[in-house]
């Protein structure tokens, strides 16, 4: 087939002043190759000029005006288009009935991420304040931030362009996002669809380069240097390599260094069931919060047992798991597909990690273990009596759930917290109808989810960060006596 050719998106226009491109090949189709663009220092310093000379268009946009054209966008972006779909598909291995809802959740976020700003701050004007305390003489004031916003968006999640696109186009920020290559289609369909709805077109930009080459990481660089404000998605040494920190003539420098920095780094998100728990409800989120795509950050892997009858719970999350997603695997661009490809080698090390700890009888599987092809394996559901177990401290990005019986509601969140190590959990899931006792007992996670999806996105706070203030400079303003 013909390969598909993608540019960057600079300032409204697709722009490649390097004249380079590189392949980048789907991981589990080999006929499905697209050129994408290989920037130079030439791309990256015009796309950072033209950000930051965008700026004051977009600031000089009401809140009420960035809304109406963020609403706009949200009914232009097309989730239905077949071949940004299969793009997906074949890019990423998500099923296509998956990759369609998740462009639907990204027009969402665009539509979302402005009204719910102006929910929180209870808006009655264009600009952006509000009376913290209604009566006084006082109210803060948003300014949003000088310069332009850097994002590097990873490819696992077609939501990821959305949500960052859609803050930054909220608060008059201008942004330059890197894709990963296997959502560059994606990102494109996004920041056309808020660029053709009215908002400047410099004020959302593309760019894309080879990661591999060995100039990859200078490029970053410079656009963190040409920036005000990073947004990485990553793990801490991915993007302290990448993105952070440089050793040059013997010096470390750090290049987040005086600016501001929204990182999403954690995953592995888990359940904890209570005694009182309506199981069959129960039963029905975790199988869906683990099993509807497991690679996204938030997807559901472990899960703390202290329901008191952690056999029934099982059997029900089995049952759910055989009935519609293990008997709906096969090819991702099936519509009645529900189970897609993953990454081969991930694959094979945990089938084989699981080999060992069965010799060792410290795993049992609920679901017996099935592998399709070196890219696709049936769901799979496991118990451990093992509290220091990988499958419940780790994120393997398969469709995977790991389960653990404890004796106590009080037993399960302290193994659960134990197991979360250093860095918070994304999202936790409490299966538990006494709201009391979920508010009363804290748990290592950035949000908390009551007989909820873990996978929900929060669009207001997410992984620690308060996007309004800190992508904003908040203000005091008193009235005169």
């Not at 509807?292 to 938030?298: I, L």
């Not at 049952?319 to 080698?345: Q, W």
């Not at 409490?430 to 290592?444: A, I, Q």
Request: proline residues 4%; charged residues 25%.
């Amino acid at each position: 087939m013909d390969k598909i050719v993608l540019d960057n998106l600079v300032a409204g226009k697709p722009a490649l002043l390097s004249g380079k491109r590189f392949d980048a090949a789907s991981p589990f189709y080999a006929d499905y190759v697209t050129q994408a663009p290989n920037s130079g220092l030439f791309d990256v310093k015009n796309i950072a000029s033209k950000a930051s000379a965008a700026a004051k268009d977009c600031q000089a946009l009401s809140f009420d005006e960035r809304q109406a054209i963020l609403e706009r966008a949200a009914r232009k972006l097309d989730a239905n288009s077949p071949k940004l779909l299969e793009y997906v598909v074949k890019m990423t291995g998500m099923p296509l009935h998956y990759a369609r809802k998740h462009m639907r959740d990204a027009a969402n976020v665009i539509a979302h991420v402005p009204a719910l700003v102006r929910k929180r701050l209870n808006l009655k004007t264009s600009s952006l304040h509000h009376h913290p305390v209604p009566g006084e003489d006082y109210y803060v004031n948003y300014h949003p931030l000088d310069g332009f916003l850097y994002s590097v968006t990873p490819g696992n999640d077609p939501r990821a362009t959305a949500f960052v696109a859609a803050w930054c186009a909220t608060l008059g920020i201008p942004a330059v996002i890197k894709p990963s290559k296997n959502d560059l289609m994606g990102a494109h369909a996004t920041v056309s669809a808020i660029l053709n709805a009215g908002y400047p077109e410099s004020g959302l930009n593309l760019i894309m380069w080879d990661t591999t080459a060995a100039d990859a990481q200078t490029k970053n660089f410079s656009l963190v240097d040409a920036a005000s404000a990073v947004w990485a998605f990553g793990d801490d040494n991915t993007v302290d390599q990448r993105l952070r920190l440089e050793d040059k003539n013997g010096t470390r420098i750090d290049h987040f260094t005086g600016k501001t920095i929204l990182r999403h780094a954690s995953g592995r998100g888990a359940g904890v069931c209570d005694e009182h728990a309506d199981l069959k409800k129960s039963a029905r989120i975790i199988a869906e919060s683990a099993f509807e795509w497991p690679v996204a950050c938030n997807s559901l892997k472990a899960l703390f047992d202290a329901s008191g009858k952690n056999g029934e719970l099982a059997a029900l999350i089995a049952a759910i798991t055989r009935r519609e997603f293990a008997a709906y695997a096969g090819d991702p661009m099936k519509e009645s597909t529900r189970v897609g490809f993953v990454e081969p080698r991930l694959l094979k090390h945990v089938n084989n990690r699981l080999c060992e700890l069965k010799r060792l009888s410290l795993i049992k599987e609920v679901l017996p273990a099935r592998t399709l092809s070196e890219k696709q394996a049936l769901p799979l559901l496991l118990e451990t009596s093992d509290r220091h177990s990988e499958f419940l401290a780790e994120e393997h990005s398969l469709y995977i759930l790991a389960m653990k019986k404890c004796a106590s509601f009080k037993e399960a969140v302290a193994e659960l917290n134990e197991s979360s190590g250093s860095d918070k959990r994304i999202s936790v899931s409490v299966f538990c109808d006494n709201e009391d006792k979920v508010l009363s007992t804290y748990l290592h996670a950035h949000h908390i989810k009551r007989i909820r999806h873990s996978t929900e996105l929060d669009v207001l706070y997410h992984e620690g960060n308060d996007y309004l203030h800190r992508l904003t400079v908040p203000q005091v303003h008193r009235k005169r006596q």
